[in-house]
Structures are given as C-alpha cells and as structure tokens.
C-alpha cells in the first residue's frame, strides 16, 4: 500500500503486534480504520502529527489526550507508534493506520478460519460491482451519506459475508481516499493474501474450472513462483478456449483469442 517508508513500518507494525495479541481485531480494525479517517479530514492535526522536526513523544502525548478514552488501549499504542515513526509524507501517516486496520481485518478472520473465505469474497464483489452500474454510482458517489451506503452494505452483505469482509468493503466505500472502488477492493485482497504470504492470480476462462483443474493449476504455479498462490477465478465467455492468468504484471496466456491476437500481430507486421 504506497511507498511507506520499510523502517518506520516495520517499528509500527512491531508495536501493533504487541499491542494487538489481547484485543479484539474486528473492534481494532474499526479504530484504526476511524483513526485514519480523522487524520485524512484534519489536514492540520495531521501536518502536526507527522511533523518530523518536533519531538516524537510530544507528538505521542497529544495523540493521546486526544483520543484516551475514546479508541481502546491497543489502538492507541498502535497510533501512537504511527506519530513517533518518521514519515516521507504528512499522508504516509493514515496509510500506516489503514494497511494494519486491515490486517487485524485478516487477522481477524485468520482466528475465524474465513481468511480464504475473505479473499474470495473481496474479489467477488469487486466484480459484482464491476457488472452492476447503479451498485457502483451509489457507493462511489461522494455525495451519498455514509450511512446510506454502511445500510446499503449491511442489507446486501450481511450474513452472506465474512464479518471481516464487510469491514473491509464498508472502508473502501464509505472512505475510498482517493481510490476507485474497484482499485481499493483489489488493494484491500492483495493485503489479505500478503498475510498469508501467498500471491493471488486472477485466472480468466470461458468456463469455470473443476477443483481438480483448480488443484493443478495452484500447483504449477506453486513450482513456479516459489509460494502459495491463491486463485481468483473470472469466468468470461469473450475467453474462447483455454485460459489466462495474471500474477502482478505477469501474464501467462494460452487462450484462442491471444493466439488470434498474435497472428494478427504478425500479418500486420
């Protein structure tokens, strides 16, 4: 999630791990999540925050009295270790907050033995999205109340989601922070599938796979990549034969329109 700074990163994170192992994870996500949230709406008190040239504890002690009381201990601590870190940018501050409300969101369901469950359903409904433009107007306008669209959520996900999933999907529409809806889900599973230290690969077919297709294929790409690979399968009619499938900015592709595509390529050339 954007060019946060490796060291300082690794000081919060480290911080968060302590503080995270006694608190409940839903309700840290949600306070990262809404720490964040202040710090991208008061431009001030975030320019004062991530201010590099005043003193880190002074900057941690203003955090707290400001938030004691109203986020738990595991938040604060997280929070306050986000202040005292160094930062590029006024805006790496909320970035950190946000990458680790979503991971207490995985760790959360990592406890919930739904983490896969997760992943499937981030990707799901960015497609759900995708294909629905009404969906998307209504919960990409910035003029649609956050609660319209938390209750719009509520009444299409719930119960037939993760409890971290609709954390996460709420986020990325109720607070999209410059980001597309579409962008933030594929950004929020990428972070998801990072917990896992899997890759995810978007596989496009004109049928859906069998499991036993589905079993081969993470296990050819296991050999070779080196790591777990958890599969996002797209089924697509405009697909004619075989498949494709994208890893980050790897493409392989065995389908008859990229062989179409290539012939082309070459009588044209």
Known sequence: MRGLSRSSL?????????????????????????????????????????DAARPAEQKAQALRVLLEGKVGEAALATAEAAVRAKWSRAGDLPDVLERLGVVA?????????????????????????????DLRRVLSDPDTPADRKEQLLRSLLEGKVAPSTLRLVTQVAVRPRGRSLEAGLEEFGLLVAEQRQ??????????????????????????????????NVEVDPRVIGGFSVRIGDDEINSTVVARIEEVRRRLAG
Do not use: C, M
Not at 17 to 38: C, P, V, Y
Not at 106 to 125: K, N, P, Y
Not at 198 to 219: D, G, I, Y
């Open 198 to 231: 899997r890759l995810v690969a978007v596989v496009r077919s004109a049928v859906a796979l069998t499991e036993e297709q589905k079993e081969r294929l993470s296990a050819w790409l296991r050999a070779s990549y080196g790591r777990d690979v958890h599969l």
């Open 105 to 133: 969101a995985s760790a959360e369901a990592e406890s919930q033995g739904t983490i896969d469950d997760v992943e499937d359903e981030l990707f799901r409904f960015g497609r759900i999205v995708a294909a629905n433009p």
């Open 10 to 50: 690794a000081e919060v994170e480290e911080r968060f791990n302590a503080a995270a192992g006694s608190a409940d994870l839903g309700t840290l996500s949600d306070e990262l999540f809404a720490i964040a949230d202040l710090l991208d709406r008061e431009h001030g008190l975030r320019r004062a925050l991530s």
